[in-house]
Each structure stands twice: as structure tokens, then as C-alpha cells.
């Protein structure tokens, strides 16, 4: 049995705040003891919308990591690595590019939306277009089945499937493909080989979804198989050919929009971020100064917390009886705001403590922190090698040892 392997990326944008941690990096570090798991810094992408102003990137890069390694994100577990130092990713992405429709990236959500959002920057550039198939090179190289993204990114997955469908149908057709199938068959053994010709039947005959998935799982039980005839089988299974890039799920990060200072979502275009290594007084500053409900103009003034963005912030920091304190204070004008917020503080200031502390010892050390980037780059790039070579094969480019 294989586990799955899960890869995701995160553009280098600056230190990280508060809601990077819990939209996404407690969850990368929880998924690390289940899976393979390939996180990277996304680089090339920071600069489809950076291109004007580079010279933050490797710094950014840099904090980004420390930023991870400090949220618990292991390097004993997980390969941390720099997206542009593998370029087999970009040799994908220029394959891909041959057999990508325009219209599928035109007609990608984010194309419009963030050429709205950016208004100041001309997003019309090839490599914004290009963004979501690098993306998928970045995905499809490591043949992951599981990317862990936020909600936004979905369509980026469903597309990266799309491109790895239409590649394994172009390229997957190996000379005897049929033969070959029906050897494997036969490897898995009299029983198990009827079972897979019976439910491949059902699915083909009557486009049976559940008799595709428990194929599926029927194959990725065989121990007994090779790779190449796994993915002949996963191939033969829906008619085509060999399955060269396998079609990754996205893995949705359960919802957990972190409220800013100001009370939408927290982002550091909005300036209403706390960074998860930000110093104590600042922090106690920042709550202190938070907005709370306008009707509380005096202490005693009842006011509403539903509208508060401090008691916003209260539901993902504090317990069930400090929200009831504070409801019942708030509503009845017998605390004080600061009263309020204080618990909110000591809750974020603990949340910080060790993250602080990890970040400090990384950046006392940044010679380990090299070590550990460079480390996950020899990794992944390993593994990047082996599909590119597939990948190459597939396209009519192996020139073996004669030039
Ligand atoms: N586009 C992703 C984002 O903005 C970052 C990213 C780049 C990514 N490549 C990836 C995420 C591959 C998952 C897998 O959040
Ligand atoms: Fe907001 Fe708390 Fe003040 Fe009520 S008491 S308005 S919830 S800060």
C-alpha cells in the first residue's frame, strides 16, 4: 500500500500572520503525520504579480520557511523546497503548454477576478495567464493525489485533472497497450483479474462511478504490481491508455476565515493582520486598539458583540465561558472593552510563545535553515526528475545517450 502523496504551495509574500496559521499551516502539520508530504515555496508565482519589484522574493522566501519550520512543519517528515529550484517544473509547464487550450485558462475565475482586484498592476502578461498551468506543473510533477488548497483554488485543481485527462489521452497509447493491459491482468491473479474485468465492464458499459473507484482501490491494493502496470490498469480502466500524470483531489482546508483587526478576513492587503512573530507589545497595542461596537461610547453603554469584531476573534482564541462573560458584560455595559480584549491578548500572546521562540532559534541558525531548503530541493527534484523523464518519453523527446 502506498500512502498518498500530498503536495501544495504557497507564494512568498512577507512574514505570515495569524490567519496563515489556522487556515493553513495547522493543517499542513497534521496532514504531515498521514501523508508524503511536498510543501514549497511557490517563487515563480509570486512573480506573475510581482514582476516589477523581485528583490523581496528570496528574503521572503526565506521568512516564509523559518515561518513553517516554527509552526511545527517538520523537515523529518515533510520536503520543504523552493519551487524554482526544481525546474523540471518549468520544462512541465512549457510541455503542457503545447496541449492547453486558451480558452481554458481565459475562461479560469481567478483570471478576471484578480486582473480586477489588481487594478494598478497589467495583469495581461503571458505568465499570468499561464499562472493556474504552472500551478498544475507544480502538482502534476510530483503525480500528488492530494493538494490541500483553500476554496479559491478549486478550480485550479479541477483544471490540473483536465490537463492530466487530455495528456494521458494524447501521449498515453503505448504500441501493444492492449496486450500489455491484459498481461497485468493476469499478474493480479485469476480471481482479483475477474473482478477488475467485471467492474471495468460496469463502468464502461453503464459509466458506473463506484465500480471505477473500487477498480481503483482494487489496483492500489496490488502489491504484486509494478508502476508501470498500475498505471496501464488505471489507464485501461476508463479506455484510454497508460496513465502517465496521475489526476489529482483537492484536499478543501475546512473553512476557517480568521477575522482581522477590522473585522474582514484577515490580509495584508487589508493591513489588519497580526504576524505570528510579531513582539508582544505590539500585539497587546493592536488589540487595544481594535474597533469595537460604536454604540459603546461610555462603559456602561450595552452594546452588541455579534457586531464585534474583538468577539469575533474571541470564538477562534478563547472558551465557551469567556464568550458568555463577555456577552453577558457587553450586553448588560458592565465591562469594559478592555476588559474584554485582555483574555483575547493572553490567548494570542500563548497561541505566539512557542512559535516565537522556534523562529528565533531558526534565525539564530541560518545556515540549518539552508541545509533543510536545500535538503527538500535534492528530494523533490529526484522525484521531479522521474516524471519529466516520462514525460519527455511520452512526447517524442528521448534521445537517449545519442546526443
Ligand atoms: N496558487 C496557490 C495560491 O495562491 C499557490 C500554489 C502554487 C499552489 N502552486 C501550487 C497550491 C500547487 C497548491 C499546489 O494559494
Ligand atoms: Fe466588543 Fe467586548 Fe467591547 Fe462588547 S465588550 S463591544 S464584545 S470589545
Redesign the pocket.
Known amino acids: 500500500m502506498f500512502s498518498d502523496r500530498v503536495?501544495?504551495?504557497?507564494?512568498p509574500t512577507g512574514l505570515l500572520h495569524l490567519g496563515h496559521y489556522h487556515g493553513v499551516l495547522k493543517n499542513w502539520v497534521s496532514l504531515q503525520d498521514q501523508h508524503d508530504c511536498f510543501f514549497f515555496a511557490?517563487d515563480w508565482?509570486a512573480l506573475t504579480t510581482h514582476y516589477e519589484n523581485p528583490i523581496d522574493i528570496q528574503d521572503n522566501v526565506f521568512q516564509m520557511m523559518i515561518d513553517w519550520l516554527a509552526c511545527g512543519v517538520d523537515p523529518s517528515k515533510s520536503v520543504l523546497f523552493v519551487?524554482s529550484r526544481v525546474p523540471e517544473h518549468a520544462e512541465l509547464h512549457l510541455l503542457l503548454s503545447m496541449i492547453t487550450p486558451l480558452g481554458w485558462l481565459e475562461r479560469m475565475p481567478t483570471y478576471k477576478d484578480q486582473q480586477d482586484n489588481m487594478k494598478e498592476k497589467d495583469l495581461s502578461t503571458y505568465g499570468f495567464l499561464g499562472?493556474p498551468l504552472?500551478?498544475a506543473a507544480?502538482?502534476l510533477i510530483y503525480r500528488a493525489s492530494l493538494?490541500?488548497?483553500?476554496e479559491d483554488?478549486v478550480p485550479?485543481i479541477e483544471f490540473t485533472r483536465e490537463i492530466a485527462r487530455r495528456f494521458n489521452h494524447m501521449y498515453g497509447r503505448e504500441p501493444g497497450f492492449e496486450d500489455r493491459a491484459r498481461e497485468a491482468i493476469r499478474k493480479i491473479g485469476n480471481k482479483k483479474g475477474k473482478l477488475y474485468e467485471q467492474l471495468r465492464n460496469r463502468y464502461q458499459e453503464q459509466g458506473d462511478e463506484e465500480a471505477l473507484e473500487s477498480a481503483r482501490a482494487l489496483l492500489l491494493e496490488q502489491q504484486n504490481l509494478s508502476i508501470g502496470d498500475r498505471e496501464r490498469l488505471f489507464g485501461y480502466l476508463e479506455g484510454g491508455g497508460k496513465m502517465i500524470l496521475s489526476e489529482p483531489q483537492s484536499l478543501l482546508t475546512a473553512e476557517s476565515r480568521m477575522p482581522g483587526l477590522d473585522g474582514r478576513k484577515m490580509s495584508k492587503s487589508y493591513g489588519n493582520t497580526i504576524f505570528l512573530r510579531e513582539d508582544i507589545e505590539s500585539v497587546t497595542d493592536k488589540i487595544r486598539r481594535m474597533p469595537t461596537d460604536p454604540a459603546r461610547v461610555r462603559r456602561n453603554d450595552p452594546g452588541n458583540p455579534d457586531i464585534c469584531p474583538v468577539f469575533h476573534l474571541h470564538q477562534i482564541y478563547t472558551s465557551k465561558p469567556i464568550h458568555e462573560w463577555v456577552c453577558e458584560g457587553c450586553t448588560k455595559g458592565s465591562i469594559g472593552c478592555l476588559d474584554c480584549k485582555q483574555p483575547l491578548i493572553d490567548a494570542i500572546l500563548e497561541e505566539q510563545a512557542p512559535i516565537r521562540e522556534r523562529a528565533q532559534g531558526y534565525l539564530d541558525e541560518p545556515l540549518l535553515v539552508r541545509g533543510i531548503i536545500s535538503d527538500g530541493c535534492d528530494k523533490a527534484r529526484d522525484l521531479a526528475l522521474e516524471t519529466i523523464r516520462d514525460v519527455r518519453d511520452a512526447m517524442g523527446l528521448n534521445y537517449g545517450a545519442t546526443i
Open positions: 503536495v501544495s504551495g504557497m507564494r511557490a508565482h519551487q499562472y504552472l500551478q507544480d502538482v493538494v490541500p488548497v483553500g483554488q485550479h
